[in-house]
Structure formats: C-alpha cells, structure tokens
C-alpha cells in the first residue's frame, strides 16, 4: 500500500473503452447493451454481481402492458408525476413509461421467470398509486415473479451478461473519479479487496451505477453495502448532487429489524391496521386507501403513531393484515414475506398480521443526469451541460423521473430503461476507434492520501461508532416528518460527524481482505450523502412528496418547483427548473395531491 | 455471548487459529450476524462478508456450529454456545471466513446459466402456461450462496470436475425451461462419469440449503430425462 503521492506513473493502470462501476439491475444492463456491441468493458463491483441490491426488490416492475385490464403508458406517466409530487422531469418521465413494456418484454426474452396467467402473459398486480385512466381506479401494472421480483431480474441479467462474457472485476472498490483539467472524466482509481492493491482503471466513458445510500439512517431497508459511494466520489470530484433531501420511507419496514415487506402485500390485498382495529387509510386516502402513494401511507402511520393509536406495550407501530387473503395466495405470490415474517418478526402471517413501521428505502435524489445517462452539471448559462465522459444510472442518478416521491415498482423499471439508454448511448459514441485522453500526473493524489491516512492513523475514532453516530443523527434529524429546529440541529451534528470522520481509525492494517478499511472508505461516501441530504432539506422551507415539514405544510410551487443541486465545496445550494414539457404530450401541470 | 472463531490471515499467520470471543448482546440482537458485528466492532481485524442482512443475497455463508448457513438468518436462540464459526469447508480460504468462491462460480457458468433460444422473439412476451411456469418454482429462488456445494462430500473431492448441487439445480433450471432451447445440448454437456453422476445422493445440499431448496431432487430430474433420452 505504500504508492508516492503525485506519480500516476507508479500505479498498475489498465485501459477500457467503458467502465461500468457497480453490478446491479441498471449496471448489467448497460454493460450488456456495451458487451453485445463489442465494446471492452469492465464492470467493477464491490460484491459478485448477484449480491447487489437489486436483488432484494420484491413486488415487481411497473410497465403498462395491459394484461389484466385496460391500461395506458399515459397513465403511468401520470401516476409517475403525481407520485413525484410534480418534481419529476416530464420528458424524462415520458421517456420511460414509453419504453416500459419494451424493456420488460426484453426480460421476458432474456429468460426472466415471470409469474404468468392462464393465457400465458405475464402477471400484473396492484401496487401504490398505480391508477387507471388518471388517477380513476387501481390497475394492475405490477410486472411480478412471486415477491422476488427484484432477484429473479438480477440473476436474469447477470445470466445474460454471463452469455455475453462481460468482463467482471469482482469485489473491488471504486475510490474516486479521475478527472482531467477540462473537467472530462477518464475512470477511476479503485481498490482489488482481496489483494488490497490499488489500480487506476481508465475508459473512454465511465459509468457510475452505484445505487442508494439507504445505510446512512439508522432504520433501512437498505443492505449494508448501499453507503453512497458513487455520490461520495462524484461529490469530491466537484459534481453537484440533485434533490438529495427527498428520501422515501416505506411504509412497511418489519418493526425492529427495518426488512422490507413489499407493497405487494397491499397490492395482493393486505391491509393497515392501527391499534383500534381501524383500516385507518380510509381516512387518509378514501380512493385508493392502503394503495396510496407511500410518502402518503407513511405519514399517515406515522400520524396514527403520534396519536397513540399505535400497536404493541410502546405503542409504536402498525399492524399489516394479510391472513384474510388465505394460505393459497400467501404461498404463491407472497413466499418470502411469510419466510421474511417468520424469521425477523416470530408471526406466521397466514393467521396473524406482521408488525411494521415506515423505514428508509430509497434515494429519490442522486446525481444529475439526462436520459442518455450522461451527468449534467450547471456551467455558464447551460443548467445542464454534459461532464465529458461520465454516465450514471439506478439509484445513484437524478434523471429525474422520481422527483420528490418515487411510485412503487418504477425502481427495477428506471434500471432497465435508463440501463439500456445509457448503453445504447455509450455504444453511439464508437468509441473503439478512438483513443484514451492522457490521466493527468495527479489523478490518484487525493485517493492515495486517504489511503496513506488510514494505513499510518494508530489512534482514532472507531469507524463503527461514527458511522452509528450519523446514522443515529440522520434517523432523529430527517424523519417522516422535518421542521426547521430539527434541520438546523441535524445539519450542526453532521458537520460535527465529519469532523470525526477524517480522525478516524482502523486496527486492522493487513492487505489481504481488510474489510476494516472498505467501511472506513464506504464512510468517506456515507458522509457526503449525508451532508447534501440535510443541507438540502434544511434550505426547503415547503412540504413535497417525501418532505413533509410540519413547519410549512403546504407545496410552495411559487417558490420551490425546483431541483435542488448541493455541492460539496463550501455547501453550497444551486436551483434548476423542472422540466414540465413532454417531448410528445400534453404536460401535466401541477395540482392538488389527494388519492 | 461466546464464539469460538476460524481466524486466518496469511500475511501473518503460519496457520489457522481459533479464537474466543465474548461479546455481550443488545436485547434487538436476533441474527447470527447481529452479533458478528458486535464481535467486529471490538475487533475489526475479523473479516466476512455480508450485505442485505435478510437471506437473498447470498454473501455470508459460513460454518456454524457445523453445518453450513446463512449468518443473517440464523436466529442465535438456535445456537449452542460456544459458537464455533469456520469458513465454508472445501474452498480456499482467503481470510478469517472470506472463502474463494472461484471453484464455485467456474461450474456454475459451465452449465451455461442462461437461456438460449434463437428463434426470433415476439414482439410481446413470449408465452408460457402457469403449470409451465410452476416447474422452475424451487429452482430459480437459488442465491449462490454455495451452502449446498461446500456441504457435498463429492464436491469436496472433486470440485473441478463435478458440476455440484448449486450448478446442478440452475441446469436443471434452464432444462425444465419451455422457452429453453437448448436442453439437449444441456444433457450432453453433463453426460460424463464426473460432471452429472459424481452425485451419489448424500442429500447434505438439502439439509443446508437456507432457502429451502431441493438439488438433488433436480438432479434425479436430470437423470431421468437422461436415460429417457437414451432409450
């Protein structure tokens, strides 16, 4: 590990056209679209391909194919940007519930084990804020394999990438992107975990698919590898991050244990409960009740919570009935959250209901990006201008089709359609042909210094307890509900948190595997996300979607239909418009919110 | 609570250790690997691997008391004290519980783990019956987390030349596929002493598998459809 600062020279360096970094559902299947082009690609992945988080998406894809009942990508668009609380880029919008049913069709194709109906198509099931003829009635839109939706994707994809040889760097770490003077991106610098070596991995175009940052709450739904690391390498290379305070909460986090139980349970026919007995979403959501959007669910539990109609000796969750739906439906489309009910919460929900509270779930904001994938960053007059050679899709991206609140099932769905336009874009650019922009002398100056700090640090700060300290501090300061005096703390207390940060310490100085010094890197990535989420939402004095502020509770389209861009330099807040003009339709012009 | 933990680094140990831990428990401490994170907290030298924490993912499987399994969910009220925690029996160990998973992964994608059907897809869906569809149910659920394969006492002696339950339960995956093509290319490709036949029906891969699966019931399925072949 002991590489001199300020010689690139002396760095192993091997070269690519493209550079996929992160292996879930949006990464293999762009390195798909870049392997089947002939393109050299490689995919770098902190765990084997199967083990990104894709895997653990349950109730299905939304697409609007239309094999229940009657339905329209129109409609979709619509649930899409209603769900999205009106922050949502209608092009981008557009765009994918367009190419929906095309890209679940291709994962038809490709061997995914969709559930089927008796006329051989694919099966659909109900899922929140999924609506027919805008907003009307619910529809079943919910592309499903059993509640394991997400793994049967995964796999499928990472099957398809086998057959075609897509090149893997299996358990190794992105560290930081290289940038050169122009501001191009040219690859990254990353660690082998297994050798600890360190590597500058060059391309012609670099493509983060990182996912979400769901670990820096303390409550999550999140796996353990999801710290952020593409917003922490982008932040530190001067890319603004876009709408990071809108997290969402789902509503059905296992109490305790924060594992997710699918909307696929309401979908299927489940329902709330509160302490009464009272199905109280009725109240809440009188159209579409349990199947509202989940910002709307979780607040409304989190309501009932407040108010004392919570269940169990604190009081403190709710209840998610299913028993009434029978044992056949369980054991067919709801397998593994019996199993998941069984082991994380002692209930057999085929005769009792599961206990569940609202639990961090997903990342709406991320970094800026087009359809094509390709980053945009505010520059001169251009709110959009690209970053020369630098993609990113999935989680980790803000195309922005989920704008202030994402609808249930468009996740696996953004993967697939952004997935495969960032490829197909990547593959536009013919970049075989062309050659590799020199790596400026410095490139790994800024990652070797980090690496050189936790290597020589003898004494420090435990990197467990300032990661439980953030996440303590994220969970109590950006919750369900926000207002100012909690923002303005949680903002001093993670500026505090990173301060502890860069003293930290490791005990474990070995090469080989030193999973001790991935966290302590992981926890470099953790903070950025951190501070872009509560700066973000300390500055939006409204209630949105996902950020609900008890001290201003209304939407302020006035003032704040914008996009918010944090950068890591000094703090600092940038504004962009949302884009209301479908490339093909009508726009869909704000207005009130109920379901 | 107290473990007894496989500890290997071999930038700096000649050769495997034990070593004991007692690490006291929070009340909300359910899994195996609630408390392995507990043990890495006052030692973070110990190395494993895990990530979803909830039984899909397939990253920390490991040796527990014995048997092959899942940390993440297996509830520590099952478990007799001392722990004793190994790696995976039968791979390369890299570190402490991290194992090769190389050997492993090499026969999985020697069964050639995808679909293949060269015919001109629809325009929609290719359609498939629900009874169809009915026989890759306990098949496609796999999630390599190598319990089964590293569980297999044929798999131990010949693990470059016999596929193993893990790949042997994705071909089958693909065989009893509708919309798979390829299936008597998939029988030639195990017709041989090692490959297909090295299973003699031990059923350890049965006992282990965390999500219930049966391989070696796929791999009778294959053989059957083997000798219906051959007749």
Redesign the interface.
Known sequence: MSHGVGDVGKLPVRKFDALVVGAGGSGMRASLQLAEAGLSVAVLTK??P????T??AQGGIGAS?GNMSEDHWLWHMYDTIKGSDWLGDQDAIEYMCRTAPEV??EL????M??????????YQRPFGGHSANFGEKPVQRACA?AD?TG??ML?TLY??N??ARTQFFVEWMALDLIRDADGTVLGVVALEM?TGAVMILQAKATMFATGGAGRIFAASTN???NTGDGLGMAARAGIPLEDMEFWQFHPTGVH??G??ITEGVRGEGGILLNCNGERFMERYAPNLKDLASRDVVSRSMDQEIKEGRGCGPNKDHVMLKLDHLGPDVILKRLP?IR??AL??ANVDCIKEPIPVVPTIHYQMGGIPTNVHGQVVAPSGDDPAAVVGGFYAVGECSCVSVHGANRLGTNSLVDLLVFGRSAGNHVVGLALPGKAHRPLPKDAADRTLARLARLDSATSGE????VAAALRTTMQAHCGVFRNQELLSEGVRQVMEVEQRVQRTA???K???????RV?ALELDNMIETAKATVVSAEARRESRGAQARSDYPDRDDVTWLKHTLWYRDGNRLDYKPVNLKPASVEAFPPKTRTY | MKFRIYRYDPEKDAKPYLQEYDVALDPHDRMLLDALMRVKAVDDTLSFRRSCREGVCGSDAMNINGKNGLACVTNLLELKEPVELRPLPGLPVIRDLIVDMSQFFKQYHSIKPYLVNDERPPEKERLQAPEDREELDGLYECILCACCSTACPSFWWNPDKFVGPAGLLAAYRFIADTRDQAVNERLDNLEDPYRLFRCHTIMNCVDVCPKGLNPTRAIGKIREIMVKRAV
């Open positions: 765990v084997f199967t083990r990104s988080h895997v653990a194919l679940v069709y038809e194709h490709f061997g084990p969709f559930d089927r109906n008796a006329d051989g198509s694919i394999a394991r793994h049967a796999h099957q398809r086998v057959r297994e796996a353990f590898i305790g244990a594992v997710l593994s199993e998941i082991k994380f435990s990197v467990a307890d490791i005990g474990d070995s090469t080989t595997f030193n999973t001790a966290e």
